[in-house]
C-alpha cells in the first residue's frame, strides 16, 4: 500500500526558510520519480518541483527556480523541498506526489502540509 507523509510545514516570516519532507512506504522508492505540488486557497494545485528516479535531474515552477531545491535520498525514502527566500504568495497546503506510469494508471498524494508566509 502506497503512503507519503509529509512534513515540515509551518508558519514563516518573508525572506525565511522552511524544508518540506516526505516520507514514502509501501513501494520501491528507487524505481519513481516524485514531485511537489501545491494548492493556495481558491486557485488550482499546481506543479512546484519534481524528481527523477535517480535525483539525476530536476525542473521547477518558473515561480520557485532559484529559491526551492527539490532533493531526494533512496536510502531513506524521502523526497525533501528545501525552500529558501519564501514570499506570501508560497502560501499554500504542499503535497508530495508519486505520478502514475504506464504499468499503474493513478496519481498517489499525501495528505498535505500547510506553509503559511506571513509577518
Known amino acids: 500500500q502506497v503512503h507519503l507523509v509529509e512534513s515540515g510545514g509551518g508558519l514563516v516570516q518573508p525572506g525565511g526558510s522552511l524544508r518540506l519532507s516526505c516520507a514514502a512506504s509501501?513501494?520501491?522508492?528507487?524505481?519513481?520519480?516524485m514531485s511537489w505540488h501545491r494548492q493556495a486557497p481558491g486557485k488550482e494545485r499546481e506543479l512546484v518541483a519534481a524528481?527523477?528516479?535517480?535525483?539525476?535531474?530536476?525542473n521547477y515552477a518558473d515561480s520557485v527556480k532559484g529559491r526551492f531545491t527539490i532533493s531526494r535520498d533512496n536510502a531513506k525514502n524521502t523526497v525533501s523541498l528545501q525552500m529558501n527566500s519564501l514570499k506570501p504568495e508560497d502560501t499554500a497546503v504542499y503535497y508530495c506526489?508519486?505520478?502514475?506510469?504506464?504499468?499503474?494508471?493513478?496519481?498517489?498524494w499525501g495528505q498535505g502540509t500547510q506553509v503559511t508566509v506571513s509577518s
Open positions: 509501501g513501494f520501491t522508492f528507487s524505481d519513481y520519480g
Open positions: 524528481i527523477t528516479s535517480s535525483g539525476s535531474r530536476t
Open positions: 506526489k508519486r505520478p502514475r506510469t504506464m504499468s499503474v494508471n493513478r496519481d498517489y
